[in-house]
């Protein structure tokens, strides 16, 4: 059971800083200024597709959607871990 808490309140295992190093530089890549123009490129080129009738409003929404949790990812993670923390 403690070793629950311990990982949900951050504390890495011994050994895993490469891991842990290699994890945040794909994380500051994938969240950084090139993934946020390229996320409003899509999101602009998705909302004229459908308003001119090119692509079905459920795919458009789909790609709008799964940009909020790209870029939400991490306080949606954080609300889990309080809630599962009770904190």
Not at 28 to 44: P, R
Not at 57 to 86: E, K, Q
């Amino acid at each position: 059971m403690q070793a629950g808490v311990a990982q949900a309140a951050g504390i890495d295992p011994e050994g895993s800083g490469v891991i842990v190093g290699a994890v945040s530089w794909m994380q500051g890549t994938l969240l950084g200024t090139v993934a946020t123009v390229a996320a409003v490129i899509a999101v602009a080129a998705v909302g004229f597709a459908m308003l001119t009738g090119r692509i079905n409003w459920r795919h458009g929404a789909v790609v709008i959607l799964g940009c909020f949790v790209l870029f939400g990812a991490a306080s949606i993670v954080g609300g889990i871990r309080s809630a599962a923390i009770g904190g």
